[in-house]
C-alpha cells in the first residue's frame, strides 16, 4: 500500500470505503509516508489503499473485535507495535471478497475508538435524527 496513493487509480472496494470513511464528522484525508490515511481531529482512524495488484488493505483500530479479526485468513496484527494497541491489517485476495458490511462496522469501529468525544456525540445524534421516524400527521377529521 505504498507509493504515491493520491495519484493512483482506485480499486471499487478503496473508493467505496474511502466514501464511507469521509461520511464521518470532521474528518481528512491525508497522504503520510505515500499510504493514504483518513483522520478524525487529527487521530488516524485508518490506513487504506491498494497494493501493487490492485488489491484493497487497510489497518484499522479494533479493540473489540481484534481477537475474532485476526481469526480471518487475510488479517494480521499490523506492524510498528500498533498489533498491540489492537491494530490489525486487512490484505489479500480472499479480503476482496469480504463483505462490504464487515468492513463498514469494522470503519465505524476504529472510527469510535480513536474520534473526541464530542465528534461522537455529533455522530450519534446524526443517527438518531437519520433512524427517527417521521411523526404522522395528526388526522382531520372529515367534514361531512
Known amino acids: 500500500m505504498s ?3 493520491a495519484s493512483k487509480k482506485m480499486s471499487k472496494l478503496l473508493t467505496q470505503v474511502r466514501e464511507r470513511a469521509l461520511a ?7 497522504f503520510p509516508w ?3 490515511a483518513l483522520k478524525v481531529k487529527g487521530k488516524v482512524f485508518v490506513f487504506m489503499g491498494d497494493d501493487e495488484n490492485g488489491h484493497f488493505g487497510c489497518s484499522l483500530k479494533l479493540p473489540k473485535s481484534h481477537a475474532l479479526a485476526l481469526e480471518l485468513p487475510f488479517a494480521s496484527p499490523t506492524p510498528y507495535g500498533l ?6 491489517s486487512l490484505r489479500g485476495k480472499e479480503l476482496q471478497k ?3 458490511g464487515m468492513l463498514e462496522e469494522w470503519l465505524d469501529e476504529s472510527f469510535r475508538a480513536v474520534a473526541p468525544k ?7 445524534a446524526a443517527e438518531e435524527v437519520a ?7 395528526k388526522k382531520k377529521p372529515s367534514a361531512r
Do not use: C, I, M, Q
Open 83 to 88: 498489533g498491540k494497541s489492537g491494530w490489525v
Open 34 to 36: 505515500g499510504d493514504r
Open 118 to 124: 464530542t465528534v461522537l456525540k455529533k455522530l450519534d
Open 24 to 30: 464521518y464528522p470532521d474528518t481528512t484525508e491525508e
Open 3 to 5: 507509493g504515491p496513493a
Open 98 to 100: 469480504a463483505p462490504f
Open 131 to 137: 433512524t427517527k421516524k417521521p411523526k404522522e400527521a
